[in-house]
């Protein structure tokens, strides 16, 4: 068990002296230093402070150190080099309230990115401000109130199907939507009678993900989208499958309104380490007024911020978003240009050849051709002792970060694997022959296979008693 570092710390080591006179201490509260000012900070010496956080991070799973197919999460390669050009002085220096004028590159990127958003959705307008992908549904659900507000119609519902990820109904339902949920169809897809059952004046928008989250494209998108813009409604696109399907088509094209992207998923910032990200929204031309300010604009001369627009929603977040996510996603889009039609490629090509490799040995509920991920029900082998949790569990003692588990919802036992474009076959082939082999070792003894993990830092947790009743503090 790794210590923490106040335990490591030892009075006679001397870490800090807060009590040297050259140096001013007084910004430091006074409850962190002791009676006679010392400071209560650990006491360890550098060479031991950098041993204990380097041992702390090595417990960290990461995309460096394995395969990470978290279905739905997008956990791909992202380029360094694009992590570096984030730390660019003029970047990182650069203040939030400089004028205009003094911050023409940071404004040219932005208006850059915004432009090469526009091609990647097909959208009329995009916003960079929102900070995350639930972040982004909520903006689009309030440019929908506020659309509808504007042209006179009190529209109270928002479909959306039950294979959907819950940030969809949770931000529809905090802009005070009422939630209809239409069930899939046995293809996994918008059952469209289920559809036009519910529609009605009353529809506000009914929000999509394609691919949805079984990785299965919704074929009757274009018929969708004319029944609801039939009944006046719009079509929000929920992107963050968007790794599937750029430079193929795009929301436009499919028929939607609004959409948000991850750019912590698709457009290179890590998605899963509770870092920064950006949910940029995309929308057509009748709702760019509703777009928050400011939005960013170019005269021909000058890039700037234009706070003019009086139908906007106001603002989603300080400033104007997650800026050092804006400079990854636009250094990753030059540096791919039309190549991002590959990644997506890619990304599916690994998919169906990791599905069509395991659906022998995992029952494979949806078995049609599938877009970047796919999903698999560990149900036969629960039957035969060890369920998908388990699995899981095995899974990290051979170095693999498990799937996406019991999510959808509506797959039973769910197994959801995203390989993503950026791993190679020798890498793919690892983790299904691992797949293979705990099938085999579930046939065989089910028993031993519970007793996973055995190699992690923290080993099996009973998962009731952590949700139920989480211990947060640690005392010494
Ligand atoms: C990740 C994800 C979201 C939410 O994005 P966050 O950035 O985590 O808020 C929404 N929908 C789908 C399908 C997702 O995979």
């Not at 082999?437 to 519970?450: D, G, R, T, W």
Request: proline content about 5%; hydrophobic content about 40%.
């Amino acid at each position: 068990m790794t210590k923490l570092i106040f335990e490591k710390s030892r009075q006679e080591v001397g870490g800090i002296n807060l009590t040297d006179e050259k140096v001013d201490f007084s910004f430091i509260d006074k409850k962190y230093l002791s009676e006679n000012h010392s400071s209560i900070l650990p006491e360890i010496s550098e060479l031991e402070v950098m041993r204990h956080y380097k041992e702390l991070s090595d417990k960290n799973f990461c995309i460096e150190k394995g395969f990470y197919p978290l279905g739905s999460c997008t956990m791909k390669y992202n380029p360094k080099v694009n992590e570096l050009l984030a730390t660019l002085d003029g970047f990182t220096a650069l203040h939030p309230m400089q004028d205009d004028e003094d911050a023409q590159g940071a404004l040219k990127l932005m208006y850059n990115l915004q432009e090469a958003l526009k091609i990647v959705t097909g959208m009329d307008a995009v916003t960079l401000q929102p900070a995350a992908g639930a972040h982004g549904e909520l903006c689009g659900m309030m440019v929908v109130k506020k659309y509808f507000q504007k042209i006179g119609q009190d529209r109270k519902n928002v479909i959306i199907p039950d294979s959907a990820h819950g940030t969809n109904p949770a931000s529809a339902a905090m802009c005070g939507f009422n939630i209809v949920e239409i069930k899939s169809n046995e293809k996994g897809l918008v059952d469209l009678e289920a559809l036009k059952a519910v529609l009605d004046e009353n529809t506000a928008a009914i929000m999509l993900t394609n691919p949805n989250t079984l990785g299965l494209f919704e074929e009757d998108i274009l018929e969708i989208s004319k029944l609801v813009h039939e009944k006046g409604a719009l079509l929000y696109y929920d992107g963050a499958n968007m790794n599937a399907i750029m430079g193929y088509t795009n929301p436009r094209l499919m028929g939607f309104d609004i959409v948000h992207l991850n750019l912590h998923k698709t457009f290179s910032t890590p998605h899963g380490g509770g870092g920064p990200g950006a949910g940029p929204v995309g929308v057509v031309d009748k709702l760019k007024d509703f777009l928050p300010v400011p939005t960013i604009k170019y005269n021909g001369k000058n890039y700037y911020r234009d706070y003019s627009s009086k139908d906007s929603i106001g603002k989603m977040k300080a400033f104007y978003g997650n800026f050092s996510v804006l400079v990854k996603a636009y250094a990753y889009v030059l540096l791919m240009g039309k190549e991002l039609k590959n990644a997506s490629a890619n990304a599916v090509l690994n998919a169906n050849y990791m599905m069509n490799k395991l659906k022998e040995y995992y029952d494979l509920p949806y078995d049609r051709k599938c877009m970047h991920e796919f999903v698999l029900s560990g149900e036969k082998q629960k039957e035969q002792g060890a369920n998908t949790l388990a699995i899981a569990k095995r899974l990290m003692d051979s170095n693999f970060h498990p799937p996406t588990i019991y999510f959808p919802l509506i797959v039973h036992e769910a197994i959801m694997i995203e390989p993503t474009e950026s791993e190679t076959k020798e890498r793919l082939d690892d983790f299904v022959d691992t797949m293979i082999q705990i099938a085999k070792e579930i046939e065989a003894n089910p028993q031993e296979v519970l007793k996973h993990p055995l190699n992690t830092p923290v080993k099996k947790v009973d998962e009731t008693l952590a949700a139920r009743k989480p211990d947060l503090a640690y005392r010494i």
